[in-house]
T-cell receptor, first 115, second 113 residues
Framework: DAMVIQNPRYQVTQFGKPVTLSCSQT?????MYWYQQKSSQAPKLLFH???????NEADTPDNFQSRRPNTSFCFLDIRSPGLGDAAMYLC??????????????FGDGTRLSIL | DAKTTQPPSMDCAEGRAANLPCNHS???????VYWYRQIHSQGPQYIIH???NNETNEMASLIITEDRKSSTLILPHATLRDTAVYYC??????????????FGTGTRLQVTL
């Protein structure tokens, strides 16, 4: 009964070869987030979608893009992965309700390796 | 969002209460205190949040000092499955905006037999 699903759990790609990570949710939440977590570090927000509106963090590299074709799905595209992009990528969702945004629900992440 | 300070690591014996402190001395009046935890190889998991009153749910209790400059997360009867990194995050809770989280370094709690 996983509510935020990330596939695959492990992804290997070659240096410079585009890669797409996927996230789906069954919670019907209007906000979706992508975080990057490097080894032994805390998660760091890359960007989020508030409904259909894309919001990039100021220090997110241009190499990272995202798509949200509908409420349930969100994709993270890395156009030309470098060795420094090896990390766990976490997807999260939340619902914005009157009175304040609700806590985030996270998937279990996709661990990306670069050869 | 206000910055938080947590001890890097703590140990707790199984069955005992785990008390995890967090300092947030620059917290603003409209900022909430949130706690998440991350078990190895999993995504972060929401635990509890509060503004100024103490809060309790099925997972934990949150004690916030009267001046709101610090708080303590209490796991009343820690088990081995509570071994994780615990993050204390302070942020405004405002409708119409995303609930972006800025994670600090957290406290690595090790529960032992």
């Amino acid at each position: 009964d996983a509510m935020v699903i990330q596939n695959p759990r492990y992804q290997v790609t070659q240096f410079g070869k585009p890669v797409t990570l996927s996230c789906s949710q069954t919670l019907n939440h209007n906000v979706m987030y992508w975080y990057q977590q490097k080894s032994s570090q805390a998660p760091k927000l890359l960007f989020h979608y508030y409904d259909k509106d894309f919001n990039n963090e100021a220090d997110t590299p241009d190499n990272f893009q995202s798509r949200r074709p509908n409420t349930s799905f969100c994709f993270l595209d890395i156009r030309s992965p470098g060795l420094g992009d090896a990390a766990m990528y976490l997807c999260a969702t939340s619902r914005d309700l009157r009175g304040g945004n609700q806590p985030q629900h996270f998937g279990d992440g996709t661990r990306l390796s670069i050869l | 969002d206000a910055k938080t300070t947590q001890p890097p690591s703590m140990d707790c014996a199984e069955g005992r209460a785990a008390n995890l402190p967090c300092n947030h001395s620059t917290i603003s009046g409209n900022e909430y205190v949130y706690w998440y935890r991350q078990i190895h190889s999993q995504g972060p998991q929401y635990i509890i949040h509060g503004l100024k009153n103490n809060e309790t749910n099925e997972m934990a209790s949150l004690i916030i000092t009267e001046d709101r400059k610090s708080s303590t997360l209490i796991l009343p009867h820690a088990t081995l499955r509570d071994t994780a990194v615990y993050y204390c995050i302070v942020r405004v809770r405002r409708s119409g905006t995303a609930s972006k989280l800025t994670f600090g370094t957290g406290t690595r709690l090790q529960v032992t037999l």
